[in-house]
């Protein structure tokens, strides 16, 4: 139960919690096996190439996820004519169970970027990578790219970096409440990053790295 207070525009200015209930419970174990591989290599004096790829599979997962009973919620128009009533009422008790074995969901990725040294002190990176998720069976190709200069030579770089950023759903989202698996296909979750960084060698060994982003 909410107690809410409107002000003549409809928004609400204050909202505080009268009652609460748990709604369910959830459980779950899992874990995942992975392999990796990554390659650098100088093509051109100008240019390092950098190339990787990992397979991770799933070890186990195993999930239990527990429904209360009926649960009814009520929201009261109460001398204000912005709100309006409503009664929701979820189902009977009901218990969801997820389990995958070894190899039945594989995430893969793989990348390749070019490290191209403009003059001795300015460098521009660009690259490209894929993922891919067998039990939802989405892939992305994400570009990216930064521009880095040496303020001081070797102790001090100024870097600007952009670009997408894909991540599969926590294993549980994929489940659903009748076990119907009308969440199993669900898109990844997209992300676009620009990030300004500066960092510092202190001394052997100590970097001092300090960045902001959107």
């Given at each position: 139960y909410y107690h809410l207070v409107y002000n003549d525009k409809g928004n609400v200015e204050a909202a505080k919690i009268i009652n609460s209930q748990d709604v369910y419970d959830t459980h779950d174990d899992?874990?995942?096996?992975?392999?990796?591989?990554?390659m650098f290599y100088q093509i051109h004096p100008k240019h390092d190439l950098m190339v990787g790829t990992q397979i991770q599979t799933?070890?186990?997962?195993?999930?239990?996820?527990?429904f209360l009973?009926?649960?009814?919620?009520?929201?009261?128009?109460?001398?204000?004519p912005y709100d309006t009533s409503y009664v929701?009422?979820?189902?009977?008790?009901?218990?969801?169970?997820?389990?995958?074995?070894?190899?039945?969901?594989?995430?893969?990725?793989?990348?390749?970027?070019?490290?191209?040294?403009?003059?001795?002190?300015?460098?521009?990176?660009?690259?490209?990578?894929?993922?891919y998720f067998s039990?939802?069976?989405?892939?992305?190709?994400s570009p990216r790219g930064s521009i880095a200069y040496e303020i001081i030579p070797i102790t001090t770089t100024l870097s600007l970096s952009a670009g997408d950023y894909w991540q599969t759903q926590p294993l549980p989202d994929y489940a659903d409440r009748q076990n119907l698996g009308i969440?199993?296909?669900l898109e990844n979750e997209r992300s676009?990053?620009?990030v300004?960084?500066?960092?510092?060698?202190?001394?052997e060994g100590i970097k001092l790295s300090v960045e902001t982003y959107y």
């Open positions: 899992e874990a995942f096996y992975a392999v990796k591989y990554e799933t070890n186990h997962w195993i999930g239990t996820t527990t009973g009926s649960q009814t919620r009520y929201k009261r128009n109460i001398q204000n929701y009422t979820s189902s009977p008790d009901g218990n969801i169970t997820n389990s995958l074995s070894f190899g039945d969901a594989n995430k893969l990725f793989a990348y390749i970027s070019d490290k191209y040294r403009i003059t001795p002190r300015l460098n521009l990176t660009f690259g490209l990578r894929y993922d039990y939802s069976r989405q892939g992305q190709f969440n199993k296909y676009q990053h620009i300004l960084g500066l960092q510092h060698i202190l001394d």
